[in-house]
């Protein structure tokens, strides 16, 4: 495999003055074409993976305190800020869950996307704008001409997100970060979004990185999986086998505590508490006070494991059938 | 079925808004809810499901008297509750109950928790104050929360937390109708689920019927008995959960279906089967709302308004008997047999926890 687009080692991050990581030894590669989805439910990290990549974060108090992140041979990381501004909008974009509070609501849409054309490509005012009306045409907004000039405020929901996403992909990134892009929206809103972005994607061949907490937009647009429990990753692998063979307790807790469309179960099977607070991370595996597996072992941090060639988990007890028939036979 | 069954009835409600008007032109008339006619049963779980701006939540607040109707009644208890007085209204919210979606707004952030859960009570006056509070005991352990948490605030408590701290208030006077708008969109995946459960719980022990505004078609699949589509201030289909998720009968449900995102590798894509946004409600088209979206729409919809169905699968399309519209496929579900085995070790785990530490 030829070397990949994006190769993020070890990265973590922290609230200055506090003991623990809020992000901890994320790794993952991405190759052009890909799309990786980040699932977790709040507070995981899988936002501030995604700032930091884009080199967002409120620092301070958030500080990256390791790893690298490459992007075209150049670490993201250390970047100076001048070269990360202009990484930012050509080689990389970031689409937001909130359209409205994204958008400049006093700038009409086509000057809001051409103003990144002009910044990345220099070229004319008129040039930019003719861009922008490209961008709309493809992000299938109806009546195009007329709505470069419009305002956020007069477009809806859907359409504010597809102006966001016009203006994320006005330079042909290679890396497209979304974060929570359809949650805001309507399923009937977010089957066109998603729709849209497969097509778009397909055309640019760019790499997209997905973050979700719906497992049901995982299955349809995913890759790659990387599950992400309180600032870790606990397992990572291709979509199939995340969902055909899921190893972390956290995975399976989370798939089971989604109510399924087919038959109609008794009682949702749940995990039991809440997500651990930012300042009272807890040592060893961050999941053991939840985790119905969970036992002294579970004390030390589980290093990440081969499950087979690209999926990998990081449990003491994977895989959970070994571990009760132990149990069984003791 | 007699009237006794029917706990709940809303009859030709209306319920119009009037937009400020404009220095030039006439005030334009929003049409929130527009004809609605519902007959929920005693001690069923009904939910009410449509995009952003359909009605649905609208119609929640007409069905307790948060919001006076415009036309129409609606039946409590053999009384028509549309054009009481707030004074005799008030003996009535003890049976009627609400559940507001955002466990952060609808707090007081200067009530203790405990104060909170007894406002209902002391309303009402229901108990001394030494049974009240046993009473709030009582209620925060039926919602999985510690009673010492009483002297808390709101702040103090995650959304999840603060949503059981919502349903206990629900709760206190004993309601026999309980409304929830959103009860768990805006909770995480892991904390809906204990929410939903506790949610079917409580129903079951306190004998409620439930009424649930939802957007998430899984969600209102799992705890729903019967299900009522609406669409632009009407309802376009009332079935049984299993009928209108198997063999929906119109175009707006089947679409609706169609836009789940399945949680399973290789169950089908969700599809747009729906090109734009929904119209809004001022500009109504004539005939059926539907039409400027709908795939089968034909002259006739586009001049003639469909009618809801009076039968068991209630349906207002002119071609409901004709289309032949595809509902949830068995292949949408399937888990793999080795996800499958992991999902039952997982509940044996769970189920063994619990008993330890029950015991």
């Known amino acids: 495999m030829n070397t990949p687009l994006l190769d993020v080692r070890g990265l973590s991050i922290r609230i200055a003055g506090t003991p623990r990581d809020l992000v901890e030894d994320v790794s993952f590669t991405l190759s052009a074409g890909e799309t990786l989805c980040v699932v977790g439910e709040s507070g995981c990290g899988k936002s501030l993976t995604a700032l930091a990549l884009m080199g967002l974060l409120a620092s301070p108090p958030l500080k990256v305190t390791g790893g690298t992140a490459t992007l075209d ?12 501004q202009s990484l930012r909008g050509r080689r990389m974009a970031m689409i937001f869950q909130e359209p409205m509070t994204s958008l400049n ?8 996307i051409a103003e990144t054309v002009q910044r ?9 704008r003719a861009r922008a009306l490209e961008m709309l045409k493809r992000v299938r907004i109806p009546a195009p001409e007329s709505r470069l000039d419009a305002y956020p405020h007069n477009l809806s929901g859907g359409m504010r997100q597809r102006v966001m996403i016009a203006m994320g992909l006005a330079n042909d990134p290679a890396l497209l970060l979304a974060d929570e892009p359809t949650t805001a929206l309507d399923v009937t809103i977010q089957a066109q979004i998603l729709d849209l972005m497969r097509s778009l994607q397909s055309e640019s061949g760019s790499a997209m990185i997905l973050i979700t907490h719906d497992l049901g937009v995982v299955a349809e647009m995913a890759d790659k999986v990387a599950v992400m429990y309180a600032g870790r990753i606990v397992e ?19 798939m089971s505590s989604m109510p399924a469309l087919g038959e109609r179960t008794e009682r949702l099977v749940t995990i039991p508490g809440v997500v651990p607070q930012a300042n009272h991370m807890p040592a060893g595996c961050r999941f053991a006070e939840r985790c119905p597996f969970a036992d002294a072992t579970c004390m030390k941090t589980p290093p990440m494991q081969d499950v087979s060639t690209n999926h990998h988990v990081a449990c003491w007890h994977a895989p959970l059938e070994a571990q009760t028939e132990v149990r069984a036979s003791a | 079925m007699t009237a006794r069954d029917i706990i709940l009835e809303a009859h030709g409600l209306k319920l119009h808004f009037t937009t400020a008007k404009p220095l030039f032109g006439k005030a334009k008339i929003i049409r929130a ?23 649905k939540s609208t119609l929640a607040r007409l069905l307790v008297r948060l919001f006076s109707p415009t036309e129409g009644s609606v039946t409590y208890d053999g009384q028509n509750i549309a054009n009481k007085s707030e004074h005799d209204m008030r003996a009535l919210r003890r049976d009627l109950q609400f559940i507001f979606q955002d466990p952060f707004s609808s707090l007081n952030p200067q009530m203790s928790v405990g104060a909170l859960i007894e406002e209902p009570l002391r309303v009402h006056r229901i108990g001394t104050p030494a049974e009240r509070r046993t009473k709030v005991a009582h209620l925060l352990s039926r919602v999985g929360l510690s009673p010492q948490i009483a002297d808390r ?13 919502g349903i206990a208030r629900a709760l206190a006077s004993g309601p026999k109708v309980l409304i929830g708008d959103e009860p768990v969109s805006a909770l995480d995946v892991s904390i809906q689920a204990q929410v939903v459960n506790i949610l079917e719980d409580l129903k079951e022990e306190f004998g409620l019927t439930l009424v649930i505004i ?26 049984s959960v299993d009928a209108l998720f198997n063999a929906p ?10 836009a789940i995102p399945v949680p399973h590798i290789g169950a089908r894509v969700a599809t747009a089967k729906l090109q734009g946004d929904p119209p809004n409600p001022i500009d109504l088209p004539t005939g059926c709302r539907f039409y400027p979206r709908c795939p089968h729409a034909t002259d006739l919809c586009r001049s003639e308004r469909p009618i809801l169905t009076n039968s068991d699968h209630q349906v207002a399309c002119h071609f409901a008997d004709d289309l032949n519209l595809a509902g949830l496929s068995d292949n949408a579900t399937a888990r793999s047999p080795a996800a499958a085995a992991r999902f039952d070790l997982y509940r044996e785990a769970r189920a063994r926890k619990d008993k330890e530490a029950a015991t």
């Open chain 2, 214 to 239: 939802a957007h998430d078609l899984a969600v209102v699949r799992h705890m729903a008995d019967r299900v009522a589509v609406m669409y632009l201030g009407e309802i376009v289909e009332l079935a």
């Open chain 1, 105 to 112: 609501p006093a700038l009409r849409i086509g000057d809001q």
């Open chain 2, 33 to 55: 809810v527009d004809g609605v006619d519902l007959r929920i049963r005693r001690g069923e779980t009904l939910a009410i499901v449509g995009e952003s701006g359909c009605g």
């Open chain 2, 153 to 165: 605030y709101p702040h103090e408590f995650s959304g999840g937390q603060r949503q059981r701290i």
């Open chain 2, 249 to 258: 009968r119109h175009p707006y449900t089947a679409a609706l279906i169609a």
């Open chain 1, 73 to 84: 041979g150049q670490d993201l990381l250390t970047l100076p800020r001048d070269q990360l």
């Open chain 1, 236 to 254: 990572m692998g291709p979509a199939a086998q995340i969902f055909e063979d899921p190893q972390h307790p956290y995975t399976i807790g989370l």
């Open chain 1, 120 to 128: 990345h490509q220099g070229v004319s005012a008129k040039e930019a």
